[in-house]
Structure formats: structure tokens, C-alpha cells
């Protein structure tokens, strides 16, 4: 006999426990629960420890700037998500957290599923969030040394490294991304709107 | 009994004597033992592989897979470096032995390739951080331009003197080694003053400029991609 829950069920049992989850659905993609940060772990404990949900796989944690993408209502939030999966029940389950462009903080689960250390890092090395209680919060793909974090929609690229200039002698491009440096842009013609995409 | 009067093969003195200099000597030797750094960080060193198999066996040409720098004579850069792999590499280099030789393996480690334009982290050449005597294009190159790669670099090793440094063709290896203090007795040929402007000193303790890009390097198969 299953014991997998389906969404609603799944949403129903987080709800009362933390009212303020919001469940969020879409017509094209995998529902899911929309946490506030300071939440975030007793959730995550919740949804680990309670016999009928028993998520104890953390499939993937990754995040997105959505800053330029095409969100209604428009947002500059980071977000980052959480893809849980239960081994136990055979269920999943999407969360996710919105952190404040300039005051990225959410807290760390790295103590609920081990396997968060190394994703949260890697979040942070590239989105900039910071997680708080993480044992060991430092970059794990771009040298410890790098300056930004290069997923962030408004991230400059560097004009060298190390020493090492960025471009060869001679090469540019028009359309590339602005580096440090760079005169402003001129202002461009307005693009065509295009379609609101129903998001996060 | 031996008839001393049918000649043999191997008999006759004048066969049994080469007369050359040191340095063809050593040169020959190099050029026939050019042991490579197993070494590779992308899908070239897929082909790199292909090329040290079997099919190719590039062992008939005396080159044997080594797997530590400091019994390395070259350095087959095959694959994308990144800025944060490129001390790396360097540091690689560095404990390579003189004469050492680096093979530039590919797009990416040419000029970045694919990532030239829009990653922040690949480093556009390889060039920039070690001098490259030989460029191969490709993405990735097959194992034959690899082997066309080789033989062009054994012709500069044929010609490399390590007695006889002045007799050396300038365009041996590009001119960007020369700031590294790779190859003493070139000291001058080139110097702070062709050092690209804004390039920085290298912050690992390298006093001398980086002088990037510089000089003529060998091309095989129409240059760099």
C-alpha cells in the first residue's frame, strides 16, 4: 500500500503547524510551499521528523536571482529552493524561500540534512545568501578571493583576476556583460514587453 | 671460420662511429624522449587519451605518460582552465625541468573557446599565465592534429641548443617566456616594455611583468582557433 502523500495533503499538514506557509500553485510547473525564512527550520524539521511526511533526502538546494525575469508581481528577491524527496514514503516536495536582494539571510538546514553544507555554499558563493548557523560558510566553486557573486543578474564582471587580464589583447565585445571600468551604457531603445510569466 | 675477407655489415670502423656536436646529440636524445604530464582537465583529454592508446600510441615516439611534472618534459594543456586553475597550473609548470615545453591543447585552453565571451571564471588562454611553444585548434582536436602538434614542437626541440643558447631561432618559443625567466640566455630579447598595458605583477612573489601574448608561436593546422 502507498503511503505517499500527494501535494495538498502534504501542504495541509505543514499549514497547521506553521501558518505562515503559503501553498502556491501553477498551471506549468510542480506546486509548492512558500516559506518565510525565520521558519525555515522548524519546517524543515517537521517535514523530516513527522512520521506521515519523513522527507529525509534533500534532493537539491539551489536559488535564482529574479531580478530581470519575467515574475508577476516583479520582484528583486534571491530565491531559494529546496527539493525534498522521502525515501520512506516515496513522496517529494518543493519549498521555497525568498531572501531580500540586499540583506540575502536565510537559515542554514545544514543541520537537518547534512548534504545542505556543500549546496548552501554553493548558493552563497554564487547568489550571495548567507546562511545563518552554517558551519562553515566560505566560497566552494570561485577562489576565496573572488569579489561578487557571478549569478546575480547586477554581477560586474571582473576586468582581471590574479593579475591576469579577463581579455586577450585586442578582443572585446559590444554586447557583453559590463565589467569594472567599463564607460556607462548608453541608454538603449526600449525592448518589447514581453509576456508575464506566472512565477514565484 | 670466419672469412675475413667478405665484408660484414657493422665491420667496416667508419659505420661504427657518428661523429656530432653535444648539443644534436641531446637534442636528438630530447627529442625522441619527450615524456608528457598526464594532465588534462577537459573533454581534450579525452583525445589525449585516445592519442596515448593504442590506435594512436604516441609511446612509438618516445613520449611515456608520466605522472608527476618533476619527470616531465611536457606539458599537454588539454582542456579549459579556469583563473582559479590557472596558479595551479602554473604551479604544475613551475616544477617541470628545463628545457620544458607546453602544448596548447584545443579552443579553450588557446583562447578560452566557447567561454571566451561570457564566463567571468575561464581564463582566455592559456598563454597568459605559461608560455605555449605550440597551438593546436579544435574543439577538441583529434588525436591526429595532436600527433601533428607533436611532431611540429619535435622540430623546435631538434633545434633547441642547450650548450649553444645563441644559436637559438628566436622564434623557437614565443617570446612571452622569456619575462618568466624560462629559458636563461634570452634575457633581453624582450621585456618589461612589451608587457601588455594594465598587466599586473604576479602576486605569487614573481617580480618580473607578464608580457602576454607576445611573440610568433608555432601554428600547426592554419593557428590558433
Redesign the interface.
Known amino acids: 500500500m502507498s503511503t505517499a502523500l500527494a501535494f495538498a495533503a502534504i501542504a495541509e499538514q505543514v499549514k497547521s503547524a506553521h501558518p505562515s506557509v503559503e501553498a502556491r500553485e501553477s498551471d506549468n510547473r510542480q506546486p509548492w510551499l512558500l516559506v518565510p525564512a525565520a521558519d525555515l527550520p522548524a519546517v524543515a524539521r517537521l517535514l523530516r521528523d513527522a512520521p506521515a511526511l519523513r522527507f529525509d533526502s534533500l534532493a537539491d538546494l539551489t536559488g535564482w536571482d529574479l531580478a530581470k525575469f519575467p515574475a508577476t508581481p516583479p520582484s528583486t528577491d534571491i530565491a531559494v529552493a529546496y527539493y525534498l524527496h522521502s525515501l520512506a514514503h516515496r513522496h517529494h516536495l518543493t519549498l521555497k524561500v525568498m531572501a531580500p536582494r540586499d540583506a540575502a539571510q536565510v537559515p542554514s538546514v545544514s543541520g537537518v540534512w547534512a548534504v545542505a553544507n556543500y549546496f548552501e555554499r554553493e548558493v552563497y558563493d554564487l547568489l550571495g545568501v548567507a546562511f545563518t548557523g552554517h558551519p562553515n560558510l566560505k566560497r566552494i566553486m570561485c577562489p576565496d578571493d573572488w569579489i561578487g557573486h557571478p549569478l546575480r543578474k547586477d554581477y560586474v564582471y571582473p576586468q582581471a583576476y590574479n593579475g591576469i587580464a579577463h581579455l586577450r589583447d585586442g578582443q572585446h565585445f559590444e554586447d557583453a556583460p559590463p565589467r569594472v571600468g567599463d564607460p556607462p551604457p548608453a541608454p538603449a531603445a526600449a525592448a518589447p514587453a514581453k509576456p508575464p510569466v506566472k512565477s514565484a | 671460420m670466419v672469412d675475413p675477407g667478405i665484408a660484414r655489415p657493422g665491420n667496416d670502423p667508419d659505420e661504427q662511429v657518428l661523429v656530432t656536436t653535444v648539443d644534436e646529440f641531446l637534442a636528438w636524445g630530447k627529442e625522441n624522449s619527450l615524456f608528457y604530464l598526464l594532465f588534462a582537465t577537459a573533454c581534450c583529454g579525452i583525445e589525449l587519451m585516445q592519442t596515448g592508446g593504442p590506435r594512436y600510441d604516441v609511446d612509438r615516439l618516445g613520449m611515456i605518460p608520466r605522472a608527476t611534472p618533476r619527470q616531465a618534459d611536457l606539458m599537454i594543456v588539454a582542456g579549459t582552465i579556469t ?2 586553475m ?2 595551479r597550473v602554473r604551479t604544475l609548470w613551475e616544477q617541470m625541468t628545463e628545457p620544458r615545453w607546453v602544448v596548447s591543447m584545443g579552443s579553450c585552453a588557446n ?2 573557446g566557447p567561454f ?3 564566463s ?2 575561464v ?3 592559456v598563454d ?2 605559461i608560455p605555449v611553444d605550440v597551438y593546436i585548434p579544435g574543439c577538441p582536436p583529434r588525436p591526429e592534429a595532436l600527433i601533428d602538434g607533436v611532431m611540429a614542437l619535435r622540430e623546435r626541440v631538434r633545434k633547441y641548443r642547450t650548450l649553444g643558447m645563441r644559436d637559438r631561432d628566436p622564434h623557437v618559443v614565443q617570446g612571452g617566456d622569456c619575462a618568466f625567466g624560462s629559458h636563461p640566455g634570452r634575457d633581453g630579447a624582450c621585456g618589461p616594455s612589451s608587457a ?1 598595458p ?6 605569487r612573489g614573481d617580480e618580473s611583468p ?1 608580457t ?2 607576445s611573440g610568433k608561436p608555432a601554428q600547426v593546422n592554419g593557428g590558433p582557433a
Open positions: 583563473h582559479k590557472a596558479s583562447s578560452g571566451s565571451k561570457w567571468y571564471s581564463l582566455n588562454g597568459k599565465y601588455a594594465g598587466a599586473l605583477a604576479m602576486s607578464r602576454p601574448q
